[in-house]
């Protein structure tokens, strides 16, 4: 979230506005109606939720939840990680572009230190989520010298590394398709130090090309959404949090799933209105880019997760 945009006089969402935990699950409990098996708590930053933890309690009840996740950046996991696991937590995916201090400085803009992240992620470890996922979103000229050192971290310690294509969600990140760093030339990296053969995906809908390490065992990733989209499959709602529904990352506006809750106590309403949008959904931005352009309007994804 840019500080340039985002600062201490930024007027965010009022509390009136933002979904009740209770709100989460009812909604929650809907989609898997529908056939969801998977939830992800994401941001923003999930662990500034106020007692988040009891969050992760409510949806891990939901009958029909297979896998629980939460994506976060790290900096307040050192103390949450034990509680979220006791919780009911299944699996963490932690951001961290760099491990070199300045260039994670320079990529996150927010002043906090990459051994706060660090840290969090060995109480993660300590607290039985293994293996971690790592995610790196990866920009030319910036931290491209990460790539190998990230993967050597993460794949030493058993965990997964996925490296993302510098996207152009929103329009705050003041994108260009020269920053992009391919999934190609990720991969060209890696094979340097890494011998590589091509992992099968482990569902429909995968979004990242897997890759194991011969000689060690280790996986990483490849998500290129901007060099070769995948919209074709995929599976993917994302609710905000002050309840509207975006069917594609790259939407410009989201459809109004909180008012209805709060004007009908009758689930069959929730249930139909999000089947509808969900069989009408024709999103495909990423496959579209090049003829519709990237500098449209789009919803932060700081207001609806990765």
């Not at 709100?23 to 988040?52: H, M, N, S, W, Y």
């Not at 000229?141 to 190998?148: A, C, K, Q, R």
């Not at 590394?161 to 999934?183: A, C, K, L, P």
Request: aromatic share 6%.
């Amino acid at each position: 979230m840019p500080r340039e945009v985002f600062g201490p006089d930024y007027a965010f969402l009022p509390r009136e506005k933002i979904m009740t935990f209770e709100e989460i699950e009812r909604l929650a409990r809907c989609f898997v109606q529908l056939g969801v098996r998977k939830i992800r708590l994401t941001g923003g930053e999930p662990l500034l939720r106020r007692d988040i933890t009891k969050l992760v309690a409510m949806l891990a009840a939901i009958p029909g939840v297979e896998d629980l996740a939460m994506t976060t950046n790290g900096t307040l996991l050192k103390d949450l990680a034990q509680p979220l696991k006791e919780a009911g937590l299944h699996r963490l995916t932690v951001s961290l572009d760099a491990l070199d201090p300045e260039i994670f400085a320079r990529m996150n803009g927010t002043g906090f230190p990459v051994a706060k992240v660090l840290a969090g992620i060995e109480a993660a470890r300590a607290a039985g989520f293994h293996p971690l996922k790592v995610n790196a979103v990866i920009r030319r000229g910036i931290n491209e010298s990460e790539i190998v050192p990230l993967a050597r971290q993460f794949t030493g310690q058993g965990d997964i590394i996925r490296f993302i294509e510098y996207m152009d969600v929103g329009n705050t990140n003041h994108w260009q398709s020269q920053d992009v760093v391919s999934g190609e030339e990720i991969r060209a990296r890696l094979s340097t130090v890494f011998d590589l053969k091509g992992g099968s995906p482990q569902y429909v809908g995968e979004v990242a090309t897997r890759f194991i390490d011969r000689a060690h065992g280790g996986e990483v990733g490849v998500i290129t959404s901007v060099t070769h989209p995948f919209c074709v499959n995929c599976s993917r709602a994302r609710l905000s949090s002050d309840g509207k529904l975006f069917t594609c990352l790259f939407s410009n506006e989201g459809h109004d799933l909180l008012g209805l809750a709060r004007t009908t106590r009758d689930d069959a309403l929730l249930l139909s209105e999000i089947g509808k949008l969900w069989t009408k959904r024709e999103d495909r931005y990423s496959e579209l880019r090049a003829s519709v352009g990237s500098h449209g309007p789009k919803v932060e994804m700081s207001a609806i997760g990765g």
